[in-house]
């Protein structure tokens, strides 16, 4: 922690006043972004403007495809220094999987892309 993290207290308050309704929204939206306390979700839209929520299904997606790939590609090596020789549907099995983690990849920037 720096310095001035560490003589930096949340000690002032702020008090605003809202409707039933507008409170509905407010805590609709803070269920909508996974966010906690009120104090978190008014305190970062009060900042910042926004709050953002990832959608973790792509990198979970990558990972999955990279583990399998790198299994496949496991097995490859496996059975090349047992006989000596690869067989070309294992190739192209493992070259089929590599273009899909390469589109998911492509996807997931593309998403960031219009974040930023």
């Known amino acids: 922690m720096t310095e001035e993290k560490k003589t930096e207290y949340r000690n002032v308050r702020i008090h605003f006043r809202v409707t039933p309704s507008e409170k509905e929204r407010i805590c609709k939206k803070m269920d909508e972004l996974g966010i906690r306390t009120m104090s978190a979700y008014l305190r970062k839209m009060a900042l910042d403007g926004y709050c953002v929520q990832l ?45 899909e983690i390469w589109k998911t990849q492509k996807e997931s920037l593309k998403a960031l892309a219009t974040i930023m």
């Open 55 to 99: 959608d973790y299904d792509s990198p979970k997606q990558i990972t999955s495809l990279l583990r399998r790939c790198s299994n496949n590609l496991n097995q490859v090596a496996k059975r090349a220094n047992e006989t000596g020789s690869i067989y070309a549907a294992d190739i192209e099995d493992l070259q089929t999987r590599l273009d």
